[in-house]
């Protein structure tokens, strides 16, 4: 039987506009953007596979389109994941730009956990903010492999420098999703933290992003 089929009531689409987005499953909210199944599967248990082959909805969502291979999910069923992603990373960026000042690392954490976490590589990026610590633009500036980015102190200067930033909140990932920060984070941003001072930029905090909660090395006391 095909959902069409099914009572109105526990059709997914119409769950969701009759009582909302917390009403569905994840499965089912997966459905809704699929669109329709596939031969002998409806589109809420073509869902559960996806969250299942994936290991989770994180893992589905960090990279909807280059890991979903499985039978019926073509080119218009990704590109609808990938774009319910990419809304929902411009929402967080939107609301982070938004706030009159970030207080504590929570405030640009779940933006920076949501671009960086689940990477196949190391990614180091750098939040740059005004003299009201009011959100400037987040950038990525170096890449690596599963090992390890290689970060140049000139070339994060220079960025600093291009986007008038006062203050700056560096980010970066670890693809084994354990989020302690090692010998060279705590020695690349003292190295960050001292050269950034001789021009006058003030680095408030470096978020290491894991599969948890983001690690802040200025609560850990390591700024």
């Given at each position: 039987?095909?959902?069409?089929?099914?009572?109105?009531?526990?059709?997914?689409?119409?769950?969701?506009?009759?009582?909302?987005?917390?009403?569905?499953?994840?499965?089912?909210?997966?459905?809704?953007?699929?669109?329709?199944?596939?031969?002998?599967?409806?589109?809420?248990?073509?869902?559960?596979?996806?969250?299942?082959?994936?290991?989770?909805?994180?893992?589905?969502?960090?990279?909807?389109?280059?890991?979903?291979?499985?039978?019926?999910?073509?080119?218009?069923?990704?590109?609808?994941?990938?774009?319910?992603?990419?809304?929902?990373?411009?929402?967080?960026?939107?609301?982070?730009?938004?706030?009159?000042?970030?207080?504590?690392?929570?405030?640009?954490?779940?933006?920076?956990?949501?671009?960086?976490?689940?990477?196949?590589?190391?990614?180091?990026?750098?939040?740059?903010?005004?003299?009201?610590?009011?959100?400037?633009?987040?950038?990525?500036?170096?890449?690596?492999?599963?090992?390890?980015?290689?970060v140049h102190p000139r070339e994060v200067v220079r960025a600093c420098l291009?986007?008038?930033?006062?203050?700056?909140?560096?980010?970066?990932?670890?693809?084994?999703?354990?989020?302690?920060?090692?010998?060279?984070?705590?020695?690349?941003?003292?190295?960050?933290?001292?050269?950034?001072?001789?021009?006058?930029?003030?680095?408030l905090d470096h978020l290491v992003i894991g599969s948890?909660?983001?690690?802040?090395?200025?609560?850990?006391?390591?700024?």
């Amino acid at each position: 039987m095909s959902i069409r089929e099914w009572p109105e009531q526990e059709r997914p689409r119409e769950k969701l506009l009759a009582k909302g987005c917390g009403a569905l499953s994840d499965a089912e909210l997966i459905a809704v953007l699929l669109g329709s199944g596939v031969p002998g599967k409806d589109a809420i248990a073509l869902g559960r596979e996806l969250l299942s082959h994936r290991g989770g909805l994180s893992a589905l969502l960090a990279d909807p389109g280059g890991a979903v291979r499985l039978r019926g999910i073509g080119p218009a069923k990704r590109a609808r994941l990938i774009a319910a992603l990419e809304l929902a990373r411009r929402s967080l960026a939107e609301q982070l730009t938004e706030r009159p000042t970030l207080g504590n690392p929570r405030d640009s954490g779940d933006y920076l956990r949501a671009r960086l976490r689940h990477l196949p590589y190391e990614v180091f990026g750098c939040l740059y903010l005004d003299n009201r610590h009011r959100v400037l633009a987040f950038e990525e500036l170096f890449r690596g492999t599963v090992d390890g980015a290689s970060v140049h102190p000139r070339e994060v200067v220079r960025a600093c420098l291009q986007h008038n930033a006062s203050a700056v909140i560096f980010a970066h990932n670890h693809p084994s999703g354990v989020a302690e920060p090692s010998a060279a984070d705590r020695a690349i941003t003292r190295e960050l933290r001292d050269a950034l001072q001789l021009v006058g930029v003030r680095v408030l905090d470096h978020l290491v992003i894991g599969s948890a909660a983001p690690v802040s090395m200025a609560a850990l006391g390591l700024l």
